[in-house]
């Protein structure tokens, strides 16, 4: 099992960039497929990047394509989501999600994962 805490959300303004973090209890992160998800209010909860065990595989939603980026380091048991040129429909709950199977089906499904963090809020005003 593991637990899951995101921080680094806040207020900035559009253009400007956030770095989120989500810590990971245990001592098995390192075999975990991550993912990042947002959900906006009276939105479902959608997929926003993704990233394999060893970070060797990663997937994006095509609106933040080249303006975030998913990493993790599995020595610190951290992922992270660098987020650049943000807009103010980037605003949002950001929540990270771990699965325990390594693979990429349906990577963006949220019934796919098996634990998940309480959330961060992002704001990004116009």
């Known amino acids: 099992q593991v637990q899951l805490v995101e921080s680094g959300g806040g207020l900035v303004q559009a253009g400007g960039s956030l770095r989120l973090s989500c810590a990971a209890s245990?001592?098995?992160?390192?075999?975990?497929?991550m993912g990042w998800f947002r959900q906006r209010p009276g939105k479902e909860r959608e997929f926003v990047a993704a990233?394999?065990?060893?970070?060797?595989?990663?997937f994006y939603e095509d609106s933040v394509k080249g303006r975030f980026t998913i990493s993790r380091d599995n020595v610190r048991n951290t992922l992270y989501l660098q987020m650049n040129s943000l807009k103010p429909e980037d605003s949002a709950v950001y929540y990270c999600?771990?699965?325990?199977?390594?693979?990429?089906?349906?990577?963006?499904?949220?019934?796919?994962?098996?634990?998940w963090g309480q959330g961060t809020q992002v704001t990004v005003s116009s």
């Open positions: 999600a771990a699965d325990r199977s390594d693979i990429d089906s349906a990577y963006n499904a949220p019934p796919r994962y098996d634990y």
């Open positions: 245990g001592r098995t992160f390192s075999l975990y497929f």
């Open positions: 990233i394999s065990w060893n970070g060797g595989r990663t």
